[in-house]
């Protein structure tokens, strides 16, 4: 049976329409950070890879950054090691960071693996140590918080090289030191690093929630474009709360180096990922210089 | 404004779908044979030229072979030359050969250049004369047609010259004697020779009819798929009528030297060749092995 | 039977000598205008085309230009069209831009591809709107001439392609508007544009008379080396009249952008194109910078 | 201070040497399987990381197989789960292969990139699933032992990738299922399997005893060389007894796929790597076809 | 001053034919011996190198070897040590040796080097030890003949890196055996391996007699074309006589490894070279298969 | 027999001490100079030639330039030429060139390319008239010197593009004039140019004495390191000595344009080469800047 005339004209449309998104967006890098509680079974994850794998099959290049927060408490918990926060970094001694590096490099990591595996695409899952992509020191801080770290340089070559040999990078938010130990490092920052470094054409922060919103929890008041300066202002005015903090920083910082739009959007929405990248209006938040 | 969420889900799964079919034709070479009335200022040609621009953009690789019929017939009448025809072919003198190849290649071909230009691609119009890629012969018939002729080898490095260097080839249905001297070929046979000589993923015959009818001109007896054996007894049935012929044939034999499929489908349905190309059903007629 | 002595020793030194003016040549691209009288049939053309093929086969890359201007007029007086001349220029309404693509670009272009093939070698015949190698735009003018345009931009990405690629580009002398309408260009202007942009070695204007003279029409008074400034100021002394201006002028900006010598030379001898190339003293006017 | 002469003469002759072993080596892959007590902060790893760092850097290309036993043991006895094994094999439920998965993609092979980029290589640490490195299906045997797999087929892609890339490869003993899930590997078997699928030019398996014994525990009878015969004939005759039948298993596997030597040493004696490499004697059990 | 246009034309047909002959040998490796008295200062070699320069210009690779016996047996006699033949081959003790390849690798071949650079081109002058291009064994004799040798095998890549890189390799009939040393080589038999291996398109004798004679030392005799089973049979019959016998020899052991033609002629014709590649007829006898 | 342990780890240790001077010198040019009597039979040339060759096989590019003075006296001597000495240069007629050239190009640096051949390498032997290598003019002096030369300019090309194919290339120190001829060069100035024309990481002259002297001939007063100032200074001082000032100018040149380091060495100590090249102290006297 062919399609009656009236359906093959919409879907023509919609066909052509997508080809013009398809043809903007080829051999560009989309760094997207993939994390917390729509990483952690409570959320179906599916579109969020399928997504990628269908964007890797059409000539964009993914790259994933990822932690993996609740899961790492928990295991610290089943190991009857208790976790101690500091403004909301956990302090990591060498034993708490053994942990934290198998749950991100060796659990949370290879889920991811496994996952693209089972869309159809081929994932190399690796962590900041691998290559010397993430070189980190520890974070400066009022109080020493061990091994959390920060970003001092990037080292893209491998990821360059895993994205144009047709993989997908899938990397754990673990930096290396000077002396070859690991970091732990804040998820949202190394890929705005990452993102910055490598040149994306886009940064996308997939989160729990649907964007930055201009008042309180209201979801009527998200915010759909927003400038640097705006969200500098709106950290400083304190309507950009805690958890939103992080990510609104590190859009900005990938901003500041050069990447033209930053995203914060809901990996709840089904295929978020190819509606922000292949729409006007996009679903969340965009931040702009 | 962000997309409302009932409207993001359903643009996301239609995008998803977009680019499972972006996927599977990615590098691929689509001979598309455009010609008859619809390219003849009757039917607005736009879809059809937007198809082939947003194709190449996505990577797909398509070819365009071109007749252009009834305004050499006008060209001649304005010049005070009549046209005679013998079984349906135009009987060909040198002087009529000077008007078919002013026609084809100095009108028609630089008119489908300059619709891709203006469509945002870049066209590089030829003959089957340049670079042989038409080397032709007198056609074998009872009667002399003078420069009506048949294709005798197809060279197909130009095509794929231009092709790789990220032009449309749009060529002109004349071929090349041994001696230099100009052939008339009919286009469908053309473009079939050379969906074949380069290896087509796809033959798609534009045309405007919907497709092979299985009764007269009955549009509900339109034949969906079609195998090659049930086609060869259809012409012999004289199911498929004279015009049809021609198309049939040059399906047949895209096919038999393997090309996968081959279509026949109305270039009056906006975008017919992305659906054609992006669904399972279509739109006309699928010719397969 | 061997070659006498004698024979062999004179051979030998035309041998020698013609060795080494391929030495010289190899590798580089000489633009060659070709046009009017000579190329109409009225002239034998045969030793350009042999020429051509012959350069080419010894690793000179020659790009052929060319016009068409009787032809052209031929054409309109049978399709009953009267030609209006306003300074020189031919009047083009819509109507005249469609004779003159086809002539140009369907028949003198695929006159000289045939040519070409029955010496031996291999062309390629395009136009200016063929991969925007002649960006145009109406030629600013005292009254609205139409589709008269002048060159913008050259595109030389399609023509280097062709030439490496072992054919010779063979270009009639029409523009692509920006929104993907013809221009007809002068082909002097046009030719000498396009080997500006090339980075010609040698721009020739091949035309039917012997070159500049400087005293009316006695072939006595030849110039057989033009200085540019001499040129310009031969030109406001009105010592070089109409036809010739458009020539010299077209060498002057060739020279302008750094092609080191331009040639204009009768077609009417035989092998002049080599004899030019190949010798010191050639057989017409050189002009230099 | 220069050498004293005498000094200069023995030292040149080492190096002279030395050089003879680099030149045989160089650009040759050399697998290591690596595990167990050695590994596990038993003995010091550094002369082993040390060797393929050096050998890294002259021009060989070391891959490191590893495994982990005794640290997922304590893990899994940490989080209160009891290890079953059934013939010397763990059983593996769906909780203990995510621990077990932990533990090698994210405790040991992190370790191991740490200690090489110590050392002053760059390593890239991955586990089978990454890139379909090992293809796995569920271990034919008598009891259901779950996640307990076997190598169905070997993807070398991303192992040359890396190591053409400057990159030492260090590969996690874990396979991935058609569904994307993972499988616990024997590392002794995984690390021979790929030693075959690239074409090693030898396959090393350090370990924690000096070699394979001809009686007992009796380090006097240990064996030099070993023929692939004679060693089928040594487990069939119960000399080879339980932990070293897997070792020699998957040697005689690596050796049947044409990888011209296999070889059991120590990882307790210092540079014992580079010994094995460079010299004839070596200091291990060296298999033979 | 122009050309007069009678002259023109003349030089136009010339230089014509010219091109015609440099398209057909362009990228084709000729392999030419040269040597004896031409070689000797007693022939002007002025045209030979000339025209090897000149080859080299127009995009033809030739190869240079070269013997040079008067010279040897000159600085042998000045040296006080008598030269002693058996059949025709100089007996090459390791004094003979060293003298042999003292003249031919740092006499004659750089002669000739410094020939080519004054003609304008360049040459890289070696023997066959360098590179291994002839490696050699003693020839089997009667006697013992000390270092004269044969050429065993040839091993072209050094003389395709030279001739691939602008270079014009001349090649001393020297040869290396197993251990290094040295070999006195026939130059008229390596040049005929040398021409076979590297898939010469023609091998040139320049002697200093004009070819080949069927009576004798009648010129009138000359024999024009010669197949090779006619060659070997006046081998047999005595027609051919000592000097020629290698020359003939080498020439059909070319032809029978594939190389089209074979050519004996007159180093004193100037230009011989020339006339003989560019024309039908040639000067000298042209053997073929 | 396996290694007994104790031997073991001292192997070990010097295995791995050896492969990181391996990993340092890894593609790095190496000129080396040879010459005088460690070359002339009086010496066993076999650790110098050997070093080479490891070298080349390590992965370390040695460039070899050579004169032959003694030999050169003795032909000359035979021929019954008598040397004559004007300054420590030899006054070189056109007669003399020639005894020079043969015996460089023929004698010396044929018996160098057997030597490596023996040893396992490939050399080509070239003089530097071969592809332009050094281009040479008469010497400035009081007295007219005939052929003797100083190098005008260095064009690597062909030393690079030997080097580069694993060649090693072995170079007599001939230059070439602008005419063809042949110059006489100093082989230690040579050198030196040739080191800083290709950039070459070290500049190593081998002779026969242990470096430069502090004090005399006084063994124990050997200089180990010295800078270039002092250097000139002790020039000045004549604290260096006739033989020796050529030797040191081609250090203090090579280092001016740019070459780390130049060392002068003694042949006599056998694996010298490697010994300066792969130890902190080295043996002989090291020039730095």
Not at 74 to 99: C, N, Y
Request: overall charge negative.
């Amino acid at each position: 049976m062919v399609i009656e005339t009236k359906a093959a004209i919409d879907l023509g449309a919609s066909l052509a329409q997508a080809l013009r998104y398809v043809n903007a967006w080829k051999s560009k890098t989309v760094v997207v950070k993939y994390g917390g509680s729509i990483m952690d079974g409570q959320v179906d994850e599916s579109t969020v890879i399928d997504d990628l794998v269908l964007l890797k099959g059409a000539g964009v290049d993914p790259v994933l950054v990822h932690g993996g927060g609740p899961e790492i408490t928990r295991t610290l918990d089943r190991l009857g090691k208790p976790s101690r926060f500091v403004d909301g970094l956990r302090v990591t001694d060498a034993e708490t960071m053994e942990v934290v590096e198998m749950v991100l490099a060796g659990r949370a990591n290879k889920a991811l693996v496994s996952s693209i595996a089972a869309a159809g695409g081929t994932a190399v899952g690796i962590s900041g140590k691998d290559g010397n992509v993430f070189r980190a020191r520890p974070l400066a801080a009022a109080e020493d918080l061990g091994h959390v770290g920060e970003v001092e340089t990037v080292d893209t070559r491998l990821v360059q090289l895993l994205s144009g040999s047709g993989y997908i990078p899938v990397i754990a938010s673990i930096g290396i030191g000077a002396d070859g130990g690991s970091y732990n490092l804040n998820a949202d920052h190394a890929a705005g690093a990452l993102a910055a470094a490598v040149g994306a054409s886009k940064f996308i922060l997939l989160t729990d929630v649907p964007g930055v919103f201009g008042d309180g929890d209201d979801p009527g008041s998200l915010i759909s474009v927003l400038r640097a300066d705006d969200a500098a202002r709106l950290i400083a005015d304190r309507v950009i709360s805690r958890g939103m903090i992080p990510k609104v920083e590190s859009c900005l910082a990938a901003l500041a180096a050069g990447v033209p739009t930053a995203h914060i959007i809901s990996g709840r929405i089904p295929h978020a990922l190819l509606v922000e990248l292949f729409t006007e209006e996009g679903v969340g938040t965009m931040l702009v210089p």
